[in-house]
Nanobody
Framework: QVQLVESGGGSVQAGGSLRLSCSASPATYRPVYMAWFRQALGKEREGVGAIDIKGRIKYADSVKGRFTVSRDNARNTLYVEMNSLKPDDTAMYYC???????????????????WGQGTQVVVSS
């Protein structure tokens, strides 16, 4: 059974930083794509950043220059380094993964087969 487990969420002040991690198991599950999504209260889930197994990355415009997505394929782990956080970044952050090979890196919610339970990020002003 595939599991994605996020960690690293918390509360920070605006301008601060957080690093989220997502560990995928079992080790035999080798997703081509891994991604971060987020969902604020009362809003739809939106993509943050996605990365394929070769390291190609796609970011949402709202986080470009502030967030950095990376992955360690050997450890089957996904990361996001979030800097210059804003109150608008407050949301539940979800990790997602997919084994299928698409034509390009995508932030389409429907393209991901497995999801984590989420980790909460709160940014106060």
């Amino acid at each position: 059974q595939v599991q994605l487990v996020e960690s690293g969420g918390g509360s920070v002040q605006a301008g601060g930083s957080l690093r989220l991690s997502c560990s995928a198991s079992p080790a035999t599950y080798r997703p081509v794509y891994m991604a971060w999504f987020r969902q604020a209260l009362g809003k739809e889930r939106e993509g943050v950043g996605a990365i394929d197994i070769k390291g190609r990355i796609k970011y949402a415009d709202s986080v470009k220059g502030r967030f950095t997505v990376s992955r360690d394929n050997a450890r089957n782990t996904l990361y996001v380094e979030m800097n210059s956080l804003k109150p608008d970044d407050t949301a539940m952050y979800y990790c997602a993964a997919d084994r299928r090979s698409w034509s390009s890196v995508t932030l389409d919610v429907s393209r991901f087969e497995y999801w984590g339970q989420g980790t909460q990020v709160v940014v106060s002003s």
